[in-house]
DNA sequence: CGGTATGTTGAGCCACATCAAAATGCGTGG
DNA sequence: CCACGCATTTTGATGTGGCTCAACATACCG
């Protein structure tokens, strides 16, 4: 029990609904087939048509596009508990590819499974609707961000929403966490060339709000970033079980 | 029966899985509850917690989020066969507004009907998860496109996909569609300022690959828009059921 | 037939890109 | 323990796509 309780995924979906003993065992057995990958080598290539997801148990990942003129978008990062690939799978097509930032562990999950688990339980169902419409939502406040907050602010909600989402999985906290990415990723992620996320993050760093240095993401300031970012965490944050 | 498959939700599902019997009368059963809306009158308010999702059966809507600078994020138009507020439902917390661009006619569905759909044909949760998946897929297109594509791209890029999107329920072809949508909608949608849309469309214009105007999107170039825009529909089109 | 929403065009400016180069850190093999 | 190579970070100089501000044109609507 206790290493059933102990799955991200579990914790995650925990917060959106109360799930029963039947529901933690049916979940948990989505993570038969541990497999590792080592970083920098492609889980999932774009264009090819993907047969699998993953549950990412262990390591960050990241999806992103390849555009024709070379240049890459990040679309997100994924933390333990996130799907890989689920919308690969369900589109059955891979319109982007997904690549370990570091050595992961993920386990593999086939639609079947996914399928088969549904019928068992429909409010397993709902609560992985809901994972991916909480997926959808980031996806949505990244493209705000795009269109319309200047680099500070992206930067700003950029690091307050990774940070929130770590805590969930108790990776992170207000003061800080530990984060893999380069300054590349961050550029390709919001929309930045490299050179810019480093003017950016001097800055941030000058304004004794929030530093980025060897691996580690400190927040100074916490309140000042929120208010800089206009970061609102409702969509990440869920106050209690909405399904009893 | 007839008017059972004349749904366009159920026309954008089928293209994923084969409906049974059993499965399109429960769909059907969703579409009970039809209400109108008037044009320009929000439908869900940003900020408010939302109990009801409602599936769109004629007119256009959008969805947006309004910065605390006042400026404005369109996320997506909806047409009919889309969801509306379904991600609010489920995250018990809208964090964006719909609004009605025309008067509009929408079935009201709630979460326990969702539920219940869900108990009776699992095969329906993987179905309205593929829905989900793909409006996702559109968000993240949308995103790539903000951060690594310039102007004139984007502008193409977009008129593309909703062409493609209007074609699969039975509003528009390669040559073009009819659409409601203003220089201030396309502007708050691509990130860009109304006077830049303006000259955009200018320029697409004469250079003889596309026309808007008089709520009508002409086509004149299709082969020449989607080599600018690198548009690849992959994530839109179903070649046939995936789900036997 | 005036009012309000939308579309069109010009002038000037700024946030961020690009190009270039140096500094720093770090793993690896000798 | 050093030296080399490579990835990453940092800083400066210069260019530009798209913004803002400001008019005016057009179309629809009661």
Redesign the pocket.
Same mark, same amino acid.
């Given at each position: 029990m206790k290493s059933i309780e102990s799955s991200p995924l579990t914790r995650k979906l925990s917060a959106f609904v109360a799930l029963s003993e039947v529901e933690l065992a049916v979940l948990q057995r989505l993570h038969q087939r541990r497999k590792s990958f080592a970083a920098g080598r492609d889980l999932v290539h774009q264009g090819q048509s993907e047969q699998s997801a993953y549950i990412l148990a262990a390591g960050w990942a990241v999806s992103y596009k390849i555009q024709p003129d070379g240049?890459r978008q990040i679309v997100d990062f994924q933390i333990p508990g996130d799907f890989l690939g689920l919308r690969s799978v369900l589109l059955h097509t891979s319109d982007h590819g997904i690549e370990p930032i570091v050595d992961i562990q993920a386990a593999e999950v086939f639609v079947s499974d996914l399928l088969e688990a549904f019928a068992q339980t429909p409010r397993l169902a709902t609560a992985i609707l809901w994972a991916v419409s909480r997926d959808e939502a980031m996806v949505v406040e990244h493209l705000v961000g795009m269109g319309r907050? $200047? /680099? $500070?602010a992206?930067m700003a909600h950029f690091l307050l929403e990774l940070g929130a989402r770590l805590s969930l999985v108790g990776m992170g906290s207000r003061a800080g966490y530990a984060c893999p990415?380069?300054?590349?990723?961050? /550029?390709d992620a919001l929309?930045?060339? /490299? +050179?810019?996320? *480093? =003017? +950016?993050? =001097?800055k941030l760093r000058e304004d004794r709000l929030v530093t980025? =240095? *060897?691996g580690l993401v400190t927040i100074e300031n916490y309140e000042g970033l929120v208010e800089l970012a206009d970061f609102d965490p409702a969509y990440l944050d869920q106050t209690g079980p909405l399904l009893k």
């Open positions: 240049s907050r $200047d /680099a $500070d992206r990415l380069t300054q590349y990723h961050l /550029a929309g930045l060339s /490299a +050179v810019h996320v *480093n =003017r +950016v993050l =001097r980025f =240095r *060897n």
